[in-house]
């Protein structure tokens, strides 16, 4: 099992990037994806999984509505649509693979639990400047 992430960059804030991760040895027909990043100084944090089998995406509070996860058809590459972006979005992200697919907190977002998350793929560092 691996997972490449790729597509960060340098970008203005309010700008936009796209990240990529590519799955290799499972797809998600197997178990969910998700984005977790770490910020300089900071713990990791979720941001975003999509369930396995067509099932429902979730989000981060601190991205809703700005980020959106999606996959291509054949289900082995996962997306991070990332709009708006601002300074507190510089992070590395990585991409993992979510065997709890994808927990969820009592308002329906995204949550880190790293005992689920068994296979990373490299990061790919975003800086969004000021």
């Known amino acids: 099992v691996q997972l490449q992430a790729s597509g960060g960059g340098l970008v203005q804030a309010g700008g936009s990037l796209r990240l990529s991760c590519e799955l290799s040895g499972f797809t998600l027909d197997d178990d969910g994806v998700g984005w977790i990043r770490q910020a300089p100084g900071k713990e990791r944090e979720a941001v975003s999984c999509?369930?396995?089998?067509?099932?429902?995406?979730y989000y981060a509070e601190s991205v809703k509505g700005r980020f959106t996860i999606f996959e291509d058809n054949s289900k082995s590459t996962v997306y991070l649509q990332m709009n708006s972006l601002n300074a507190e979005d510089t992070a590395i992200y990585y991409c993992a693979r979510d065997s709890f697919n994808c927990p969820y907190d009592y308002n329906g977002n995204y949550i880190y639990m790293e005992r689920g998350l068994n296979s990373w793929g490299k990061g790919t560092l975003v800086t969004v400047s000021s």
């Open positions: 999509i369930a396995s089998n067509d099932g429902p995406t």
